[in-house]
T-cell receptor, first 114, second 112 residues
Framework: EADIYQTPRYLVIGTGKKITLECSQT?????MYWYQQDPGMELHLIHY???????EKGDLSSESTVSRIRTEHFPLTLESARPSHTSQYLC?????????????FGQGTRLTVV | DQQVKQNSPSLSVQEGRISILNCDYT??????FLWYKKYPAEGPTFLIS?????DKNEDGRFTVFLNKSAKHLSLHIVPSQPGDSAVYFC???????????FGTGTSLTVIP
């Protein structure tokens, strides 16, 4: 069973508000990811991290920012939420055992900006 | 440009029969392929994977087949059960890469 947690599960917030989506994993994985997914669409990578103090932007442009101060924690922040940010946000982590390994996902945060 | 494609948005199968979900990819650098199952408002759950050095991997009712020359993989579920009804995502990664690339998913409905 994957030990990766996201909070909140659901969030409805007004335009212009600052929000932080939390993601924590207890597996000691170095790699962590944030994906954005809309119904009927693929998962789009918006941020990833190789380890502490390492963050990179993914293929999908995003107005969000991330930080990785601790191995287990990879929060995502939107400084000013807009209706276009309404989506499901999925956090994942993966380890390295000398060979390819799968990514484990949290339960996701469904964000609605009104 | 989408590197992993699932061309069938939906599939319906009778309980007990075989479900076959297909996936195509374009990047020849991909060497690891995965299938995930996802329920609405939940995160994807890992199902099964295959390395490019193999052409088949089996885990219980789930079997993944890889055809590297055709850049095609498929997931077989036998026998299909109503609890298998979900969206299935195909994903791929490269050894030197930094991310997993996902398809758009196929919604499987298993009819009792």
């Amino acid at each position: 069973e994957a030990d990766i947690y996201q909070t909140p599960r659901y969030l409805v917030i007004g335009t212009g508000k600052k929000i932080t989506l939390e993601c924590s994993q207890t597996m000691g994985h170095d790699k962590m990811y944030w994906y954005q997914q809309d119904p009927g669409m693929e998962l789009h990578l918006i941020h990833y991290s190789y380890g502490v103090n390492s963050t990179e932007k993914g293929d999908l442009s995003s107005e969000s920012t991330v930080s990785r101060i601790r191995t287990e924690h990879f929060p995502l922040t939107l400084e000013s939420a807009r209706p276009s940010h309404t989506s499901q946000y999925l956090c994942a982590s993966s380890g390295w055992t000398g060979m390819n390994t799968e990514a484990f996902f949290g339960q996701g945060t469904r964000l609605t900006v009104v | 440009d989408q590197q992993v494609k699932q061309n069938s948005p939906s599939l319906s199968v009778q309980e007990g029969r075989i479900s076959i979900l297909n996936c195509d990819y374009t990047n020849s650098m991909f060497d690891y392929f995965l299938w995930y199952k996802k329920y609405p408002a939940e995160g994807p759950t890992f199902l099964i994977s295959i390395s490019s050095i193999k052409d088949k991997n089996e885990d219980g009712r789930f079997t993944v087949f890889l055809n590297k020359s055709a850049k095609h993989l498929s997931l077989h579920i036998v026998p299909s059960q109503p609890g298998d009804s979900a969206v299935y995502f195909c994903a791929a990664s490269a050894d030197t890469g930094n991310q997993f690339y996902f398809g758009t998913g196929t919604s499987l409905t298993v009819i009792p």
